[in-house]
């Protein structure tokens, strides 16, 4: 079965508007499907990240955030909890969440975006530029990768 595009609206909202969508996708993708412990899907950057999340009609669908990292003075951010409903997977969500804080990493003046990427999906964002960086290791039970990006 192939998948095509699905039509997709992304919207960046602040945590208080988006954290009933973002954490269900979340919860559903980190905690049910991979196993994260709960304790650890909430992070202290979502607060005062920027929040994409996909809506396919009117049903949230994927999520990820964008963080400018502390002290970095603006340039540096942090893209992470990218996560699409497993039913949707395939059909370009993920890629449009990336093309969508990539474009906002660049209107603030970020050059250089980081993210901890689980290793299975490292080629999904080479395709993008991005450069694997330094060794494998474990993140909530899970082999991640840090990946740079300079923009």
């Known amino acids: 079965m192939t998948h095509s595009q699905i039509p997709v609206v992304i919207l960046i909202k ?14 559903r993708v980190f905690i049910e499907e991979q196993g994260v412990p709960e304790e650890m899907e909430l992070d202290e950057f979502d607060l005062n990240a920027q929040h994409a999340l996909a809506y ?3 049903e949230c669908i994927g999520t990820a955030h964008l963080v400018t990292l502390p002290g970095s003075v603006g340039s540096n951010g942090r893209i992470g909890r990218m ?4 039913k949707h997977r395939g059909q370009g969500v993920g890629k449009q969440l990336l093309e969508t804080l990539l474009k906002a990493s660049q209107s603030q003046g970020i050059k250089q975006i980081e993210l901890h990427a689980q ?8 395709q993008f530029g991005f450069i694997a960086q330094g060794d494998v290791y474990d993140e909530a039970g899970i082999p991640h990768r840090d990946m740079i990006l300079r923009i």
């Not at 602040?14 to 919860?27: G, V």
């Not at 996560?83 to 497993?86: D, E, G, I, T, W």
């Open 14 to 27: 602040t945590w208080k508007d988006a954290k009933l969508d973002a954490y269900f996708i979340r919860k």
């Open 83 to 86: 996560a699409v409903l497993p």
């Open 56 to 58: 396919a009609d009117s």
């Open 119 to 126: 290793v299975t999906v490292i080629p999904f964002y080479e």
